[in-house]
């Protein structure tokens, strides 16, 4: 059946149109890229500014005409703005390893491709990495919607120097993943300890009786899915790349909005963004009402509090306990309401230590 005429012509019409509008947006980003590059001639030193970026994403996000979604003009301006900065600060930022972990995913979502990302062991390496200058930035995650809290970055925050300056909140999407084995001959699932419970359901609803082993990370669980017969590993699409791995069943996890919350560290906290959290750590004296008492000035200053986690100071036994209280709060410390909230707790409180100001994320995928 011949192709109608109109239509090839319409079609060469509007192929042209594109390649001159590629050509425009290409001397559009490079003009961009030569401003980037003199503002980092004019500043020197640290020319990274989380505030900055998110005050651009937002604009654009807001004033997106479509069609494109605005989490897509998000992705494509966090690239153009991650390699303009490379062009004057390399950048290097640890994570919580190895490649393929969620981890690393919300290390891309926050500096984009352009950083070289380093994975370490552990959350306190990511911690000691910035702090010997090794890395400028590190990614660890600091809780999750499902399983709560993860203390071991809790416990680094209130002894580290570093400060917070910027938050990353990722949805967790759950894959079950393997080499080359059907779902029914599966005999042991590799994992992370939170992701087996973020996918307890599924697994006994699918996989009722299958071996069910926790390891160091869903990375090691889908390299180790990729050297074992009859294996698989529940991880994230990113760990099905690295190695390998084909998805038996995506989207495993029992709840659609499992999302997991990244903090970034480094030796600075970030500007006002116009949309920003303030995190704190205080400690209290064992009186009755002594939280409650606290937290008054909060409310009077008008500053809305949106996380309060406790976690035991190490160190003390049954002969008495001793807890420190993690507080994040909506607004940045340099607004008056939020900065005099903050001075009249750190006048009633036993310590308190500001670990920064950041610009607020929202849950993405």
């Known amino acids: ?45 640290n ?29 494509i301006f966090r690239e153009i703005m991650s390699h303009c900065l490379a062009l004057e600060q390399p950048l290097n930022v640890a994570y919580l390893g190895p490649a393929g972990t969620f981890t690393e995913s919300a290390a891309r979502r926050h500096f984009g491709s352009a950083p070289t990302l380093l994975p370490v062991a552990t959350i306190d390496d990511v911690f000691r990495a910035v702090e010997s200058g090794n890395a400028a930035y590190g990614v660890v995650p600091v809780e999750n919607s499902t399983e709560g809290a993860v203390g071991r970055t809790l416990d680094m925050l209130l002894s580290t120097t570093q ?9 967790v999407e759950q894959n079950l993943m393997s080499r080359d084995t059907p779902l029914e001959e599966i005999r042991c699932v ?13 697994l006994n609803r699918n996989l009722p009786g299958v071996q ?5 990370s869903n990375a090691e669980a889908a390299r180790r899915a990729a050297e074992e017969e009859r294996a698989a590993a529940i991880a994230g699409e990113a760990a099905a790349r690295v190695y390998g791995l084909k998805i038996l ?23 006002p963004s116009g949309r920003d959290k303030t995190s704190l750590i205080f400690t209290v004296q064992n009186r009755a009402g002594s939280v409650v008492r606290l937290l008054q000035p909060l409310a009077e200053e008008g500053v809305s509090m949106t996380k309060l986690q ?14 420190v209280f993690y ?13 005099k909230a903050i001075e009249r707790i750190r006048a009633e409180a036993g310590s308190l230590k500001v670990l920064g100001s950041y610009p607020a994320s929202v849950s993405s995928s």
Not at 163 to 171: A, F, N
Not at 327 to 339: M, P, T
Request: proline letters at 5%; hydrophobic letters at 35%.
């Open 163 to 171: 400060m917070i300056c910027g938050e990353v909140m990722l949805r």
């Open 327 to 339: 507080v994040d709060i909506e607004g940045h410390q340099q607004q008056a309401q939020v900065a």
């Open 249 to 271: 069943a995506p989207n495993i996890e029992d709840d659609p909005a499992n999302t997991t919350r990244f903090l970034v560290v480094g030796e600075h906290d970030a500007g």
């Open 212 to 216: 069910v082993v926790a390891v160091a």
């Open 310 to 323: 406790s976690r035991p100071v190490r160190g003390f036994g049954s002969g008495g306990w001793q807890y």
């Open 47 to 75: 020319i990274y500014r989380p505030e900055r970026e998110a005050q651009v994403l937002r604009r654009l996000a807001d004033g997106n005409p479509g069609p494109l979604p605005a989490q897509a003009v998000k992705t």
């Open 190 to 202: 590799y994992s992370h300890a939170q992701s087996i419970a973020q996918c307890h359901e599924w």
């Open 1 to 45: 059946m011949a192709s109608d005429p109109s239509t090839n012509e319409e079609l060469l019409s509007l192929r042209d149109a594109i390649d001159e509008i590629d050509e425009r947006v290409l001397q559009l980003i490079s003009e961009r890229a030569r401003h980037a590059h003199r503002i980092g001639e004019i500043k020197h030193g």
